[in-house]
Nanobody, 118 residues
Framework: QVQLVESGGGLVQAGGSLRLSCAAS????????MGWYRQAPGKQRELVAV??????DYADSAKGRFTISTDNSKNTVYLQMNSLKPEDTAVYYC?????????????WGQGTQVTVSS
């Protein structure tokens, strides 16, 4: 199994920036895609951004403000969040899709809280 550990959440004022990081660890795995999701209180978890083989895709709410990137040498994915709004407040989860012994699997991180004050 791949373990994902997120970091970088916190409290920021509207208009500010945060960078989330998510490091994957384990043995004998090949990551095919990594992404960020978020879940606000009382709402369903939603996709924020995903990256696979260098291609990125963003939720409309993230386009132009958030940037997803990876450091493949470190099996780490980042989410740079700029121009943050109070509605971005949520728990942000990292996800990874990978192959392990020819089996396709997925993992989730434990989540990191992002709070944007107005």
């Amino acid at each position: 199994q791949v373990q994902l550990v997120e970091s970088g959440g916190g409290l920021v004022q509207a208009g500010g920036s945060l960078r989330l990081s998510c490091a994957a660890s384990g043995s004998e795995f090949t990551i095919t895609a990594m992404g960020w999701y978020r879940q606000a209180p009382g709402k369903q978890r939603e996709l924020v951004a995903v990256i696979s083989n260098g291609r990125t895709d963003y939720a409309d709410s993230a386009k132009g403000r958030f940037t997803i990137s990876t450091d493949n040498s470190k099996n780490t994915v980042y989410l740079q969040m700029n121009s943050l709004k109070p509605e971005d407040t949520a728990v942000y989860y990292c996800s990874a899709e990978y192959y392990h012994s020819n089996w396709r699997k997925s993992s989730w991180g434990q989540g990191t809280q992002v709070t944007v004050s107005s």
